[in-house]
Antibody
């Protein structure tokens, strides 16, 4: 069974950074890309970017290029997203979602979400 | 960026009713469109990809279609487990963009 287990809720001070993890199991980690999607409270979905764990290649939405850094550790089958220079606009739930290698927008498995609260 | 205009923003329908949700793309995206369902407090789930292909395990009452740059998700007979928020997503060119969502409720 494919599973994506995300880390727990985070609270970050304005201006600080947080790092969320997404541990994959039940499939070959390097055969799929990993997407990250943001959802602010009561709002819709927003695509942040994806990482190809096999090559470490990434693609970001322009607005997240200076905000988010995607990495992956193939030894532990874990993908990460680091959010920097936190502001209230970063308060949201962040989902990891496995993307098909040929059609990365096809996200057939999702993590449970990790909430980030930015508060002083 | 490609804009995905989703309608309606919300709708209420009865059990067994036919429900249709649409997304209008701001430019040609071919069949690079997926539909996702999100239930309250849960992660989104893939329903349709390639505009018309049903994802594994998704009931056959869900179907997708395309007419030019307009895409539709149809639920043929609404069931009690179908309420939630539905999103379209274009994967044609970056940044991938979601529609604003359609909140579906049972009448």
């Amino acid at each position: 069974e494919v599973q994506l287990q995300q880390s727990g809720p985070e609270v970050g001070r304005p201006g600080s950074s947080v790092k969320i993890s997404c541990k994959a199991s039940g499939y070959t980690f390097t055969d799929y890309v990993m997407n990250w999607v943001k959802q602010r409270p009561g709002q819709g979905l927003e695509w942040i970017g994806w990482i190809d764990p096999e090559y470490g290649s990434t693609d970001y939405a322009e607005k997240f290029k200076k905000k988010a850094t995607l990495t992956a550790d193939t030894s532990s089958n874990t993908a990460y997203i680091q959010l920097s220079s936190l502001t209230s606009e970063d308060t949201a739930t962040y989902f990891c979602a496995r993307g098909d290698s040929s059609y990365p927008y096809v996200m057939g498995a999702w993590g449970q979400g990790a909430s980030v609260t930015v508060s002083s | 960026d490609i804009q995905m205009t989703q309608s309606p923003a919300s709708l209420s329908a009865s059990l067994e009713e036919i429900v249709t949700i649409t997304c209008q793309a701001s430019q040609d995206i071919g069949n690079w469109l997926a539909w996702y369902q999100q239930k309250p407090g849960k992660s989104p789930q893939l329903l349709i990809y390639g505009a018309t292909s049903l994802a594994d395990g998704v009931p056959s009452r869900f179907s997708g279609s395309r007419y030019g740059t307009q895409y539709s998700l149809k639920i043929s007979r609404l069931q009690v487990e179908d309420p939630g928020i539905y999103y379209c997503l274009q994967g044609y060119s970056g940044p991938w963009t979601f529609g604003g969502g359609t909140k579906l409720e049972l009448k």
